[in-house]
């Protein structure tokens, strides 16, 4: 039996190929992180890019993105796309600053009652496309156009603000230190050393599953490697966060929205169903699974997501603009299919689709320090997504 398994396992080549097929986005987050680390340090006047402040800002300045992103990837997964998703989120963080500033409401209102409304536009718009079956692609460009216009009615063309110290926690504050220590800030190092120890049980649980089911398996050095290599990473990250202020409001609720639609994906029936629709929606259809239910489930959880994000965007800039969630949807977008999700719908991860919009925002953010003008940034950022994404292709293809 012993023998038996061991033949089974992968060879050392088939090994690397296999990790570079799931792991290539990551490495290029890894490479292009090194990059501007060693670039920045050869300026005249040399910027550490891995200092706390630089981190810390990724996060605050990419939550909304990554929040987007989840909620885009049940959209493309079952086979449709929201283009209306930044005119949702302005229209929404609208709506908030309508409701905190001029009506005095309080946050723990605010916050559930905008979510409702998010929830609500998502339903108007997914009740056409899933029980009319009307293209997503019209039925949200059209929403994308009248929420943007809604917007800017409903804010008269100027910037309603600012907010309470309580709203603007959303994105700008962070978890205090209930353990009292000081810097480095006590309850950071306590939740990163949690993490590490739930890195490790998690995988040590599903190595074991793979045994006892007698499937193929990593040797235990490359399971050992991988996941060193993970904890040394979230211990470096996690000390930085911790030398500055601490863990961020806006990375709490990403890391347990990241999580929770991790276990709704992998580990629910309505998320192997999700898949299954985008697969092949005829057969998903024929073997008893409600369709058009599932599609109407992903575009309110859509309209959710983004009025999370637009609240989110709104505490940040402490303003709610006409302008708000302007490219929101592209971004989203491309972080999805970066993160390795197939156009056609059926596949994609979200811990790649985490991966895809950190590494946006690594690249805006790097970008920003070097002085690099907007107009190069935008061609460059194109350049370096088209060829990331055929990297991703090929890595897989291979």
């Given amino acids: 039996m012993a023998g038996q398994t061991a033949s089974e396992r992968k060879d050392l080549s088939t090994l690397l190929g296999g ?3 799931e792991n290539g986005m990551l490495m290029a987050l890894v490479a292009i992180v090194a990059f501007f680390t060693i670039v920045l340090q050869l300026r005249d006047q040399p910027v550490n890019f891995l200092q706390p402040q630089i ?14 992103a989840l909620g885009m990837l049940l959209v493309i997964v079952a086979g449709h796309i929201d283009l209306s998703v930044g005119s949702v989120a302005a229209f929404t963080g609208a709506i908030a600053a309508w409701l905190t500033v001029q009506q005095g409401q309080p946050y723990y209102v605010v916050i559930p009652l905008t979510l409702i409304v998010g929830g609500i536009i998502g339903a108007m718009q997914g009740y056409w496309i899933a029980f009319w079956r009307i293209p997503s692609f019209i039925v949200t460009l059209a929403g994308m156009m009248v929420f943007r216009g809604a917007t800017m009615w409903m804010l008269g063309g100027q910037n309603i603000g600012p907010f309470p110290r309580e709203f603007q926690a ?14 480095p800030h006590g309850l950071t190092l306590l939740v990163i050393a949690v993490a590490i120890i739930a890195v490790f049980f998690f995988g040590l649980r599903g190595r074991a599953r793979e045994q006892q089911f007698n499937v193929v398996q990593e040797p235990m050095a490359f399971f050992v490697g991988r996941n060193v290599l993970i904890a040394l990473a979230l211990a470096f990250v996690g000390y930085q966060l911790a030398s500055f202020r601490g863990l961020p409001n806006v990375l709490v609720v990403v890391t347990l929205l990241t999580v929770l639609y991790a276990f709704l994906t992998e580990n629910t029936s309505v998320g192997r169903r999700i898949y299954a629709v985008g697969g092949n929606e005829k057969a998903a259809k024929l073997s008893g699974i409600k369709t058009d239910r599932l599609v109407f489930f992903c575009f309110v959880n859509m309209g959710v997501l983004a009025a ?5 965007v709104t505490a940040r800039l402490n303003s709610a603009t006409p302008k708000a969630g302007t490219g929101f949807e592209l971004v989203a977008i491309a972080s999805v299919f970066i993160g390795g999700a197939s156009m056609t719908g059926g596949s994609g991860k979200i811990m790649g689709v985490v991966i895809g919009a950190l590494f946006m925002g690594v690249m805006n953010m790097g970008m920003s320090i070097m002085s690099i003008g907007i107009d190069y940034q935008q061609m460059i950022i194109g350049l370096v997504l088209l060829a990331a994404v055929i990297f991703d292709v090929y890595s897989k293809n291979k």
């Fill in 19 to 21: 990790h570079l097929r």
């Fill in 170 to 183: 959303m994105s700008n504050g962070f978890i205090p230190d209930l353990l009292g220590i000081g810097r």
């Fill in 55 to 68: 981190i810390t800002n990724v996060f605050l300045q990419n939550g909304h993105i990554i929040v987007l």
């Fill in 308 to 312: 999370l994000a637009g609240m989110m």
